[in-house]
């Protein structure tokens, strides 16, 4: 901790040293960025190419990287924990049932469920703004309670049994598989470079010192109810973008399931294993998610239990999780600055492989 | 016993994360024996005192009692070899009575001549006010019952982590009145103490800590105060440092 | 009059939720620690209370002689490897580590009962009732529970004042250093404490089953650690008797918001909580800010 706070000194001293570097992005992030958007070219291409039963996969895969990245963003950068964002989840669903019941297209929807659940996120952050740690876990659970209990009382929603949301276009299957998966990839790189872009700002620096020292943040001028206020809005419309998603892809919707706690022991396994507070962990533990899934898929809930079970172990033994094991080799999106001594021009110093990165500034 | 020293510090450095507090420091004191360590704010004592009762763990380095190695015990298997912090800032148990603090500290205590009703004879306003809650006591009477939580556990070696901080001069003088009566029933005093002149008056021997280094060790009489405030403050070391009188 | 036979009823559904809430408590005063995994906990026991029942034939009310000490030991073991662990992380450590038991325990119960709800028979008690005046009814079971919750707490309160072992348990949780000097192992004091929550969980567990249905999710579903929770929060932090006061309040106002529709029960005591949290996080009996 001692370490981090000492290091922008060194970054300023640096500058004053002749013939030493500080960057921020490395070369590779141009080499990632361009592997990003090779991905994304290959997914969109897939729906040609194959089944629409991988496709729907695929839409329950991007539901779950969307989420595990807005917890991520939470957890990881604010030191928020939260086990309530299926409060967020859940709404971003009834918003678009809400539209499509009075005649607004489920793909229009999509957009204002997103602003509805930001504007909600405004309000429950306004309520749990003064709670930390435990307090703040369990409030956010309450309100996804609350949210679930206000939802079934309104029998034109389908009360506590469910309703099926029309107004899906009207054409071949095949096509709306498509369209669903097309829309859902679309956000899914909408988010993920919002992360990337908000890490990258003023604000995720800010918000990187707010969870290492939140006094010692204050103490030089961060505003960290600002920050903090932001990075739960971001994560509330996100996740009401996930929501809003499943139901487009679902369109029976249940309440209990919308609400279910088990949507955010989703996210968090996926965070924990894939490793918190990167980019990349929640991508890599959705996939670890979802191939676990797969692959023991013909034993019930099993793989849940496994992924549980990693999940609580990461958290104690490894708390980097999978991306901290091998992210001291390469860094895919770099978001910290980089410090280079005078003479050196390749990779890390050896200092870097020892843990933490000694000579990043994150 | 083996005849030697009771306590003996070899080479002990000590890191809080990245912070070097102490650069290789030997001590040893007698048995019997009142020891002062001196020094001004972040020197190194407290962290000295504290790796010695085992909460800070040392880098390298070894600390043996009495002979037996204790380096890599863990802070309460060290009580019961009879190594006892009366640490910094008292750090009672707030929400317990007196009473109970002295009830805590003679939880694990070795046999030894020091229990609960000597603690009350030691200080006498002590017994009447057994039932009442710590955090309501004056400075000087929570000094006062860390001491006795202290005692109660019969330690052979007694570390003082500045008893007078916050203290008026007269209570100091009362509290530190009674080491004679402690060192009478075979405790060994390792102290730690800003006050020079308090320190000097009661150890037998003084050791001045600058900047987490060894800069002066020995007998109060041989010591003049200049070679003192030399080894205090640094004077020959580097320039800028604070230059309060102790 | 028929309002004061609601306030009644309140009053002891609120003994249930004391009866919940008291392990939460012990843990949170002492260890800062919130086991998330706490409703879950209490299902268990509810399946391991059956589970006795079945299989070696014991009345219900005797089962808890051994579900509470293998909760305790259960307690113990699991503090002094897995939390004990995720403590010396941090404190959000906990919150992850016991909000993943709590999800591997729910599917683990699914996995090996069915999803079919289950109760614990106690025969003709769980239903009998006597009447004070012609308008309040108190059932012998809804009464049972409320005692065993005053018992529990009671029992507790006496510990910690008057044992060695409950004198270290303050100190521990007072200053966990301080008790190191006084040659306390604050890892095993800790593990003392879970233990004790672990058992009253157990007899928490069991009221529940004795007192409605449960089911493998029972415990999230149902929202036993909400409740649990809210009555400690709700009573104040590190007070036993809070807890009781807290559990009851949230009872009598869910009770209340039962009056208004049925469904309103737990939206009721929802806000409520939500309210306290809001405007006197420390609590209805405490006086320290504590959120
Ligand atoms: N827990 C800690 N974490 C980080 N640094 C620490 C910690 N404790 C002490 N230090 C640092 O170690 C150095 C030595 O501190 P220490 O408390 O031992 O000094 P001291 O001589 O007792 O000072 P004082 O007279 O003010 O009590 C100081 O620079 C202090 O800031
Ligand atoms: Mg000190």
């Known amino acids: 901790m001692s370490a981090r706070t000492r290091q922008p000194a060194s970054v300023s001293a640096a500058g004053l040293a002749p013939g030493v570097r500080v960057t921020r992005s490395r070369r590779s992030a141009i080499w990632s960025g361009l592997g990003a958007i090779a991905v994304i070219a290959v997914l969109a291409y897939l729906p040609y190419r194959v089944y629409s039963g991988t496709t729907s996969l695929l839409v329950n895969f991007f539901i779950l990287l969307i989420l595990a990245s807005m917890w991520n963003l939470l957890a990881g950068y604010t030191g928020l924990v939260s086990v309530g964002q299926q409060a967020f989840f859940g709404f971003g669903s009834y918003f678009v049932l809400i539209g499509a019941l009075h005649g607004v297209d489920p793909f229009v929807g999509l957009p204002i469920a997103v602003v509805g659940c930001a504007a909600l996120g405004l309000v429950v952050w306004w309520l749990l703004s003064r709670l930390r740690s435990g307090y703040f876990a369990i409030a956010t659970w309450v309100v996804a309670s609350v949210c679930y209990l206000i939802i079934i009382r309104y029998p034109s929603l389908g009360g506590g049994t469910g309703e099926f949301m029309p107004g899906l276009p009207n054409i071949n299957i095949k096509y709306l598989d498509a369209y669903i998966y097309w829309t859902t990839l679309a956000v899914t790189a909408i988010t993920l470079v919002c992360v990337y872009l908000v890490l990258r700002s003023r604000l995720g620096l800010e918000l990187t010192a707010v969870r290492d020292d939140e006094t010692g943040a204050r103490s030089v001028g961060v505003r960290v109810g600002r920050a903090q206020l932001l990075v739960f809005v971001i994560a509330a419309a996100g996740c009401g973008a996930a929501g809003a998603l499943e139901v487009i892809s679902a369109p029976y919707l249940q309440p209990g399931p919308a609400f279910s706690v088990q949507w955010s022991a989703e996210m968090i396994f996926a965070v924990l294993i894939g490793g918190i507070g990167t980019i990349e962990g929640p991508i890599i533990g959705t996939i670890v998610f979802f191939a676990l899934q797969q692959w023991l898929a013909h034993y019930g809930t099993w793989y849940f239990i496994v992924l549980g079970l990693i999940a609580i172990s990461v958290a104690i033994w490894a708390p980097r999780g999978i991306w901290g094991l091998i992210s001291d080799r390469l860094k895919l999106f770099p978001v910290g600055y980089w410090l280079w001594p005078a003479g050196q021009r390749l990779g890390p110093p050896e200092a870097a492989v020892a843990g933490e990165d000694a000579e990043q500034v994150t | 016993m083996t005849g030697g020293p009771l306590l003996e510090v070899r080479d002990l450095t000590v890191h809080h994360g990245q912070l070097r507090a102490l650069y290789e420091v030997s001590l040893s004191v007698g048995v019997g024996e009142t020891y002062a360590m001196i020094g001004a704010n972040g020197a190194g004592k407290s962290t000295l005192l504290r790796a010695i009762a085992g909460l800070d763990r040392p880098t390298s380095g070894s600390i043996t009692l009495d002979g037996v190695d204790v380096t890599k015990l863990r802070p309460e298997r060290r009580v019961a070899s009879g190594i006892v912090l009366v640490p910094e800032g008292r750090r009672l148990f707030s929400s317990l009575t007196v009473a109970e603090n002295l009830k805590v500290g003679a939880s694990y205590a070795r046999k030894g001549p020091w229990t609960i009703s000597r603690v009350y004879e030691l200080f006498d306003w002590m017994r009447d006010r057994r039932g009442q809650r710590a955090d309501q006591l004056s400075g000087g009477e929570q000094q006062a019952v860390a001491i006795g939580r202290a005692l109660v556990a019969n330690p052979r070696l007694l570390l003082l982590d500045e008893l007078s901080l916050g203290l008026a001069p007269a209570v100091v003088r009362r509290i530190y009145g009674i080491l004679p009566e402690l060192l009478a029933t075979g405790v060994t005093v390792l102290l730690v103490e800003q006050d020079v002149s308090q320190a000097l008056a009661v150890a037998a021997r003084v050791h001045c800590l600058l900047e987490g280094r060894t800069t002066l060790e020995g007998e109060p009489a041989g010591l003049t105060p200049a070679s003192i405030e030399a080894a205090y403050f640094g004077l020959a070391g580097p320039a800028g440092l604070p230059q309060e009188r102790p | ?244 006061v807290g559990g009851i309040l949230l009872g009598v106002v869910q009770d209340i918001g039962a009056q208004i529709s049925t469904a309103d029960l737990l939206l009721a005591g929802q806000l409520f909580f939500l309210l306290v949290l809001v405007i006197r996080p420390q609590g209805i009996t405490g006086s320290r800010r504590t959120a």
């Not at chain 3, 069915?114 to 005046?133: C, E, K, M, P, Q």
């Not at chain 3, 009814?137 to 919750?149: E, H, S």
């Open chain 3, 1 to 244: 009059m028929i309002w004061v036979n609601d306030i009644v009823q309140g009053v002891l559904l609120g003994g249930l939720y004391a009866l919940f809430a008291c392990g939460l408590s012990l843990m949170f005063g002492v260890m800062k620690v919130i086991n998330l995994a706490h409703g879950d906990l209490a299902v268990v026991a509810a399946y391991l209370a059956a589970g006795l029942v079945t299989v070696l034939h014991m009345p219900t009310a005797l089962s808890i002689l051994v579900s509470i000490p293998l909760f305790a030991i259960i307690g113990y073991v699991l503090w002094r490897t897995v939390l004990q662990a995720s403590l010396n992380r941090s404190v959000l450590t906990t919150l992850l580590v016991t909000f993943g038991m709590s999800i591997v325990i729910e599917n683990a119960l699914q996995q090996f009962f069915s999803a079919n709800s289950r109760s614990l028979s106690i025969g003709a008690l769980a239903t009998d009732h006597f009447n004070v005046g012609s308008q309040i009814t108190v059932g012998y079971l809804d009464l049972a529970i409320l005692i065993a919750a005053v018992v529990v707490l009671l029992g507790l309160q006496l510990f910690l004042s008057r044992t060695r072992q409950g004198r270290l348990i303050r100190a521990v949780a007072d200053d966990r250093e301080a008790a190191q000097l006084a040659g306390a192992d604050y890892r095993h004091i800790f593990g003392i404490a879970a233990a004790i929550a672990f058992g009253t969980v157990a007899v928490a567990g069991t009221a529940y089953g004795v007192y409605t249905t449960f089911d493998p999710t029972t415990g999230t579903t149902q929202l036993l650690l909400l409740f649990a929770f809210e009555a400690v929060v709700i009573g104040g932090l590190g007070s036993l008797w809070g807890t009781l």
